[in-house]
């Protein structure tokens, strides 16, 4: 080989590294300028290869752990750059593992089970490639010096390695320069928060087996035999208020519809709580409400359905209310919910929807609740109810954003399919970020407009209603840095009374000022407002 394809070929290894070590974990992070950074492990991992015995046992050995370490590290890189996307957070493998089927079933549902298939094999394909190049790169610069020459190289590496990990784990100064690309601090970062959750979860079990209404009689008396509701709006978030985007449409249909409340002779109140998520992963906001613990990820999710913590459903149904769950996401087994306290769950399939999709939203938001009045007894003699509600018309891709009808001519659903079949495919509109958040806005609209419309028409005789969002939209769409949710107490002004120690801005529109609380602390103060002993809870 020449002297200059040699060099060529070292130079060109050095540099397949040099990206896999700077590539970003942030998207924001996908620029040119991110390619001029300088990884110090690079000369650190040349050094040591180019002083390796090029026939050596270990140093095959070596090689291999170095591909496998580089490939993990892309991965690690690029799972970062997803879950920052969707849920402005890095991936941690202790708790995320299980968006790998989330994601693929999210995929067939929006591009279809061919595409997902395709883009799984080009992720194989890509694999593989990734795999091939870092072990000829490797390979190139492996054994380029021996004897005395091969000892000093690898002095200089070990002492290079000792100073950058050094560095990294005192956050000394000197090696964190601006153009600096910081491997090794992300790794030991995710590993720390690896270990970090692990013990997280030891606590929270602990937590989880410490319930301060275990055993409590005598909750909810002042509901008198009145239902309760808890309806869930999906990514309805703070942005509707604070995004000069979205909050023309969405303050306006709120105070539009709170003197039409009023006149009825309902009474509202709203205010805030903090998501344990943002941009996806509802039922972790589902389920910290409902458990008065935060239940910020998958691994505690399961940890709270493992524990003999009870649900404000649980603590329901022990004081003599009926429980049911209306959830028009869930198409497959649904296991969990017994688990949670619910007696009565109607799934996407019990509803009865014979109209067409919208996307991946199964039905409207008002065909689910026109569904709930048909199927769930509200009579006095089936007893008072306690229901959660989970309205998906506001769940992405947003297209298309049906609209409010008769509520008489809502039938079986298939009066919506002008609608479902209407518009762009979410692969059109999704190339525009501008598109995708107008459909946003249109389909929270669509969603507020349900509930109170549902809410003004059982006027007559009106549950309490709890109305919330179970967390923002994903961080290009909400554009506001918040896990802030809105809530909407909507009911009889007795029972919503009964909520005035909690200064809630009197309306649907919260007052910004008005204090935030973390969505944990709703449960344990929703039982003591509406309990005549109210039982005293840390704060």
């Not at 909810?220 to 309760?228: A, I, S």
Request: proline share 7%; charged share 15%; net charge neutral.
């Amino acid at each position: 080989m020449s002297i200059a394809r040699r060099a060529a070929c070292l130079l060109g290894a050095a540099l397949i590294l040099d990206l896999m070590l700077v590539l970003p974990n942030q998207s924001r992070g996908l620029v040119v300028a991110t390619a001029l950074r300088l990884p110090l492990e690079l000369p650190v991992i040349l050094l040591v290869l180019a002083a390796l015995p090029r026939d050596a046992r270990i140093s095959y050995v070596l090689r291999v752990v170095l591909v496998a370490v580089l490939v993990a590290l892309v991965a690690l890189k690029l799972a970062d750059i997803g879950t920052f996307t969707a849920f402005a957070r890095p991936f941690n493998p202790a708790v995320d593992l299980f968006m790998i089927e989330a994601g693929t079933r999210f995929g067939i549902s929006t591009i279809g089970l061919p595409l997902v298939i395709l883009a799984a094999l080009g992720g194989a394909l890509a694999l593989a490639g990734l795999i091939w190049t870092l072990w000829w790169a490797s390979g190139q610069w492996l054994g380029l010096a021996s004897g005395p020459v091969a000892r000093s190289l690898t002095g200089v590496a070990a002492a290079l390695g000792v100073l950058v990990i050094g560095a990294q784990q005192s956050n000394s100064l000197p090696l964190r320069l601006p153009w600096y690309a910081g491997t090794t601090h992300l790794a030991s970062a995710h590993l720390r928060s690896f270990t970090q959750t692990l013990a997280d979860l030891k606590r929270f079990r602990a937590a989880a087996a410490n319930d301060p209404f275990a055993g409590s009689a005598g909750l909810f008396d002042r509901l008198q035999g009145r239902d309760v509701l808890i309806v869930f709006i999906e990514s309805y978030g703070r942005a509707s208020f604070d995004n000069p985007l979205y909050a023309p449409t969405h303050v306006a249909t709120l105070e539009n519809a709170a003197p039409k409340l009023a006149q009825a002779g309902l009474a509202m109140r709203s205010g805030w709580l903090t998501s344990p998520t943002e941009g996806g992963q509802s039922w972790l906001a589902h389920s910290t409400l409902e458990s008065g613990l935060t239940i910020s990820d998958q691994t505690r999710y399961r940890a709270l359905l493992a524990s003999p913590r009870r649900t404000l459903f649980d603590l329901a149904a022990a004081s003599g209310l009926r429980t049911a769950a209306v959830m028009p996401g869930i198409t497959l087994s649904w296991p969990e919910g017994p688990m949670q306290g619910f007696q009565t769950i109607l799934e996407a399939a019990d509803l009865g929807y014979q109209g067409q999709p919208f996307n991946f939203v199964t039905m409207p938001d008002q065909y689910t609740l026109s569904a709930f009045d048909r199927l769930v007894a509200r009579e006095p003699q089936a007893g008072p109810l306690f229901a959660q509600i989970v309205l998906l018309s506001s769940h992405a891709p947003w297209v298309p954003v049906p609209e409010m009808i008769a509520w008489d001519q809502v039938g079986d659903g298939r009066v919506f399919d002008r609608w479902a079949l209407s518009g762009d495919p979410p692969k059109v509109v999704w190339r525009d970020r501008d598109r995708v958040r107008d459909q946003y806005r249109q389909a929270i609209d669509y969603s507020l407009q349900a509930i109170l419309s549902y809410a003004g028409r059982h006027a007559n005789k009106p549950p309490l209603m709890v109305v919330l969002g179970d967390h923002q939209p994903t961080p290009f769409v909400a554009q506001i840095d918040s896990k802030d949710v809105p809530v909407h107490l909507i009911g009889p002004p007795d029972l919503i009374a009964d909520f005035d120690a909690w200064s809630w801005t009197p309306g649907l529109v919260p007052d910004a000022q008005t204090p935030v609380w973390p969505m944990r602390d709703f449960r344990d103060r929703f039982i003591n407002a509406l309990t005549s002993l109210p039982i005293k809870v840390a704060q």
